[in-house]
């Protein structure tokens, strides 16, 4: 088949598989809306489990879904609340009075950066997106320079300028302590202008702990967050497979399993023919 | 004895499925068969209870929902007992989203407890005004004039005729800031675009993962507490009113108790196996 | 070089100064630029996204007509988009009486429904599924080697014990001082403080000098390769 031929074929078939899809989902969402959605989404998270086995069509077919939904979810959002709202609601307010705004004329500046914006489809006048680029990083330059300073650099200092005796409490003298050296010490160990040697490289041997402490922290953190969204995700699958959910999981559980066995057979069996 | 040396070897190299499917199984059997194990509140749990119980009764409470469904277990539980704690003291919640799932996240938690559990009255008591595209830009916009931003809630009603956002026009006529945050942009923008330049008192629940870029606000004083990913949310609830979290602490600690006997075990194996090539 | 080097420069200085200004002076007409100019990023923002929507279609387009390899996946990819878009734009699966635009939360869209069972179990679960590959990561990688390595291990092992009722429950029978959330507390909010903290500042020195750097025209990495 030439690549015309194939082009206008691919085109058409997209355009059947997207009708259908969006008949039988909508055919399911209106005539079993929870029952049908426990369904579905018992095959995409057993689907992207099933990665755990190896990588298979169900964990390919789900993670596909996933890209092409969420581009497509995060778009109709962005639109409808910004766009629809703020940007046609200044430029045609009588159009759009959802927005609840007045005329502004100054919003076909954002109108023709984000135009702009979109010309870096076409490699031949992409380089014209670089002006609303600029203006994202120049505005993200001038919020955050000011943030990270008050913030990040001065509040913090001002809080690590602690009392190294407080009268009265021992805990709270070595702990004060700990605070001010532990700070200055990873910090100087952040400084690389200077080789880490001597006095210097004690120092900064003292800061690398604290930092060691601090990375054994996040270590213990992201497994707690990871097992936490783990949890949730087998709540989930724990009541999509109760009768009131047509034990959906669980049949779509078996039929995975039994699939990916058979196919592991088949695979195991052309492995030894060859 | 070198038979005992090659088991212990051996135990730091097993097949990783079968680690899978040990930690499934210990998150799965908890849910199941429930433990009930006491859940003990840390200190910066009891500061988030101690700084939202000490807002003056009938303020207005701008709670900012940065977070989506991969991370709703974790900060669903706090949005609900946070939100029980603010209706209990008769506070007034301005909902807000600086992620497009935070919207869905809000509506959800809304609908169920402002809606159903309290019967409180929207555009009076509650108010959801949804999600803004543009990270810590809108924080910045609405600390100047909240309604050029936010003109309707997300039922299209114009802002001006919500009573409960009468004389409220920035984001510095709120008494209190509450960012559930699950990342960028969340609890870090709000410290610093509101809590910090104009002295907004704030309080977070953050996912685990995000403690440690969160902690030195926390201890600077620039934020009142942390509740510190699904434990943090359980130890809320003990204070205010069981809900998942506490139900799903025992599966927490099972995992977590697993795997630091893993990595205790995949050490022994490490150690012998050192020990033996430097004999 | 004037239009797609010398403007861009301009305009991050432009911008960046406005924006920083206002933060000293927040009165007319500083104040009113700083409404409007948040707005228009917020607006560029969702060009951006769509942006980023399009170019994921283009791609995926391609190689379904030059039959690249996993093609038929991509076009998965593509009816999953196009699907979505007719939810999130069309008037299929809109409530009645509720205005195109406003359907997104509105009980009974069909956008809503796909949120909740399309995109949160693929988006839930593919973070889920790191725990699995952080428990088998911690198991084959974290070893002993040094003092340094130990001492993350230590820390890591008391807080992932101390911060859930297993561990307090461990340790019930000993001392309060010697129990495992105090001791957690202990290590979370003094030696962890202070590394977190050096890491904060450091981050915000990183962070002050890269803006000045893009605001006085000194990096212009946002340009691209050729200029």
């Known amino acids: 088949m030439s690549r015309d031929v194939w082009t206008v074929v691919a085109l058409g078939m997209i355009a059947v598989l997207t009708a259908l899809t969006v008949m039988f989902l909508s055919w399911g969402i209106g005539n079993h809306s929870v029952g049908f959605g426990f369904w579905v989404g018992s095959v995409l998270t057993l689907g992207i489990f099933s990665y755990l086995y190896k990588d298979n069509p169900f964990y390919k077919f789900a993670e596909h879904v996933f890209v092409g939904v969420s581009a497509a979810y995060w778009i109709a959002i962005a639109y409808w609340t910004q766009i629809d709202r703020n940007l046609w609601g200044r430029l045609l307010p009588e159009q759009f009075p959802q927005g609840g705004h007045e005329f502004n004329g100054f919003y076909i500046i954002p109108l023709i950066l984000g135009i702009f914006m979109l010309c870096r489809l076409i490699p031949s006048i992409g380089w014209i997106s670089r002006w609303s680029l600029a203006f994202i990083v120049g505005l993200y330059a001038g919020l955050r320079m000011y943030g990270f300073l008050q913030s990040n650099i001065m509040e913090q200092a001002r809080d690590t300028l602690r009392p190294i005796i407080v009268p009265g409490s021992l805990v709270d003298s070595i702990n004060n302590f700990l605070l001010v050296v532990g700070v200055l010490s990873a910090l100087l160990y952040f400084f690389f202008s200077k080789e880490h040697k001597g006095v210097f490289g004690v120092v900064s041997r003292v800061g690398i702990f604290f930092l060691m402490i601090s990375f054994g922290a996040s270590f213990g953190f992201a497994v707690m967050g990871r097992i936490s969204l783990l949890i949730g995700r087998f709540d989930y699958l724990i009541q999509a497979g109760t009768p009131s959910a047509g034990r959906a999981s669980v049949v779509v559980a078996v039929i995975m399993i039994l699939v990916l066995l058979i196919q592991a057979f088949k695979d195991k069996g052309s492995a030894e023919e060859a | 004895m070198a038979g005992n040396n090659s088991f212990l070897v051996k135990m730091g190299q097993l097949d990783r499925r079968l680690v899978f499917v040990v930690i499934g199984i210990a998150v799965f059997l908890p849910l199941k068969f429930p433990i009930g194990l006491a859940v003990v509140t840390t200190p910066t749990t009891q500061d988030v209870f101690n700084a939202v119980d000490s807002i003056p009764e009938g303020s207005t409470v701008l709670v900012s929902f940065e977070y989506g469904p991969s991370t709703r277990p974790e900060i669903e539980p706090m949005a609900i007992t946070l939100l029980r704690q603010l209706f209990n003291e008769k506070q007034k919640v301005v909902a807000m989203a600086l992620w497009p799932d935070g919207q869905f996240m809000s509506t959800r938690v809304l609908e169920r407890i402002a809606d159903k559990e309290y019967g409180l009255k929207w555009g009076v008591d509650y108010v959801n005004l949804g999600y803004r595209p543009g990270q810590e830009a809108v924080i910045k916009g609405i600390a100047k004039d909240l309604r050029a931003n936010y003109n309707s809630d997300v039922r299209n009603n114009p802002v001006e005729d919500l009573p409960i956002m009468d004389g409220i026009y920035t984001v510095k006529d709120f008494d209190f800031i509450f960012s559930l945050s699950a990342g960028y942009p969340g609890t870090v923008e709000w410290v610093l675009y509101a809590a910090d330049p104009y002295g907004i008192p704030m309080s977070t629940g953050v996912t685990a993962i995000q403690v440690n870029e969160v902690i030195p606000y926390v201890k600077g004083g620039q934020i009142k507490g942390i509740l510190a990913g699904m434990s943090g949310a359980a130890e809320y609830e003990n204070l205010v009113k069981a809900g998942d979290a506490t139900r799903f602490m025992d599966a927490q600690s099972v995992a977590h108790f697993l795997i630091v006997l893993f990595i205790i075990l995949g050490n022994i194996s490490y150690l012998v196996q050192r020990r033996k090539q430097t004999a | ?227």
């Open chain 3, 1 to 227: 070089m004037l239009w797609k080097t010398q403007i861009p420069v301009a305009i991050v200085f432009a911008v960046g100064m406005l924006t920083l200004i206002q933060w000293f002076v927040p009165h007319w007409p500083f104040d009113q630029i700083q409404v409007h100019t948040t707005q228009w990023f917020d607006i560029i923002a969702v060009f951006a996204v769509i942006l980023g929507g399009l170019n994921l279609l283009k791609l995926q387009l391609q190689k379904v007509i030059s039959r690249g390899r996993d093609w038929p996946y991509a076009l998965v990819t593509i009816v999953g988009f196009l699907a979505m878009m007719v939810y999130g734009f069309s008037p299929v699966g809109v409530p009645e009486g509720i205005r195109l635009g406003d359907h997104l939360q509105a009980n009974g869209s069909h956008f809503r429904w796909m949120f909740f069972n399309v995109f949160t179990p693929l988006s839930a679960t593919m973070f889920a599924l790191l725990a699995f590959f952080v428990a088998s990561a911690s198991y084959r990688a974290f070893r002993v080697r040094n003092a340094e390595a130990t001492l993350l291990l230590v820390a890591g092992i008391i807080l992932m014990l101390g911060r859930v009722p297993l561990g307090a429950k461990m340790t019930a029978f000993l001392p309060h001082f010697m129990q495992l959330p105090t001791v957690q507390e202990w290590i979370y909010a003094v030696p962890n403080l202070a590394g977190a903290r050096a890491i904060m500042i450091g981050i915000g020195l990183g962070m002050v000098s890269t803006s000045l750097r893009f605001i006085l025209g000194i990096e212009k990495s946002f340009l691209g390769g050729d200029e």
